[in-house]
């Protein structure tokens, strides 16, 4: 796959970084160009990721650390929400058995859009009741919801 770094300049017309970024952009808008009509062309794009969104993520994930007892560390709990919001891939075990690995979240691993959405899921998992009775077995499922409700309160926003 080709990455071109693109520029918009004085004028406000996009091009090319360097000269090999405008050579690339020239081929590419050259083949929009060549575009006929129901043609369709796939896109893929990177968003930047937003730092406080980031941020926020891990706020959340250390109120959340700080008010169970599940979890020793949050990076075991990271691990555990990122597979709870379906981003893992399944792999045999030691005993043969499907084991769940979570996938990287990590800056060059996801986009600010794949993080958002990873963001979205993980809160719709915590919201679960086989979420909600991990973290706090020892609560009614009621309590243990409310118990979650008021983590993500701050956090429906993101």
């Known amino acids: ?17 360097s000269e090999k970024d405008q050579k690339a952009y020239a081929r590419f808008r050259k083949t929009i160009d060549a575009l006929e009509p129901g043609e369709i062309l796939t896109l893929d794009f990177w968003f930047p990721r937003n730092k406080k969104f980031h941020g926020l993520y891990f706020v959340m994930m250390t109120q959340l650390f700080d008010a169970q007892d599940q979890f020793e560390d949050l990076d075991t709990l990271r691990y555990w929400l990122t597979v709870g919001a379906g981003d893992c891939a399944f792999y045999p075990g030691p ?6 690995i979570p996938k990287s979240i990590n800056w060059k691993s996801m ?4 993080f958002s959405d990873h963001f979205r899921r993980v809160k719709a ?6 979420a909600t009775q991990f973290l706090w077995p020892h609560l009614t499922p009621a309590d243990a919801s409310e118990m979650v409700e008021t983590i993500l309160m701050g956090f429906d926003q993101a």
């Open 125 to 130: 998992f915590l919201r679960t009741p086989r």
């Open 1 to 17: 796959m080709t990455t071109i770094i693109v520029t918009k300049n004085d004028q406000g017309k996009l091009g090319g970084l």
């Open 111 to 114: 986009d600010d859009e794949e």
């Open 95 to 100: 005993s043969g058995k499907m084991v769940a």
